[in-house]
């Protein structure tokens, strides 16, 4: 199965604020929707209860918790203590990859086994964010694709839809 990080970084490799995202781009919620679809999607418990507490419908929802009596409030979601188990919980869907989508300690985590990293880079900076994706390591990694968009009326940054693919 492969591993598979799926995030949208500043240019400062910014991901967040005060639990939040930093900004709204409606293009890049639809690459996370149609990328991420019926495949299982890991995250930490705060990147869960940032969207709302809700399952992402259509995908098999993983969050990770080191509080045992975490209630995710909804059977569709496996609540599993490490990144080891819910990669273990993922393999069991039978899918072909899995997808970690955050918070930076999760991503932090599951960057030395990750296989592709799919980046939605928006080109600014973001100053006050308080979590962070760690910086791509070129000599680790390579950028496969690419696809740029500039703002418009629905985006208020640059962006850029990126592949990476482990060396």
Not at 7 to 32: C, Q, R, T, Y
Request: net charge negative; charged share 25%.
């Amino acid at each position: 199965m492969m591993i598979s990080l799926i995030v949208a970084a500043g240019l400062a490799d910014e991901i967040g604020m005060s639990n939040d995202l930093l900004w709204h781009l409606p293009n890049d919620m639809k690459f996370f929707k149609n990328t991420t679809w019926g495949m299982p999607v890991v995250m930490g418990r705060k990147t869960y209860a940032s969207i709302a507490g809700e399952p992402l419908p259509g995908r098999f929802n993983i969050v990770i918790s080191r509080q045992p009596q975490f209630d995710p409030g909804s059977e569709k979601v496996w609540v599993v203590p490490s990144l080891d188990a819910a990669l273990a919980k993922a393999a069991e869907t039978h899918c072909k990859e899995v997808f970690i989508a955050g918070g930076g300690e999760i991503y932090a985590q599951a960057m030395p086994i990750a296989d592709r990293i799919y980046l939605t880079r928006v080109h600014e900076v973001f100053p006050g964010a308080d979590v962070f994706f760690q910086e791509i390591d070129i000599r680790s990694w390579k950028l496969v694709s690419g696809l740029d968009f500039k703002k418009d009326e629905k985006h208020l940054h640059d962006f850029s839809f990126q592949v990476w693919e482990r060396i």
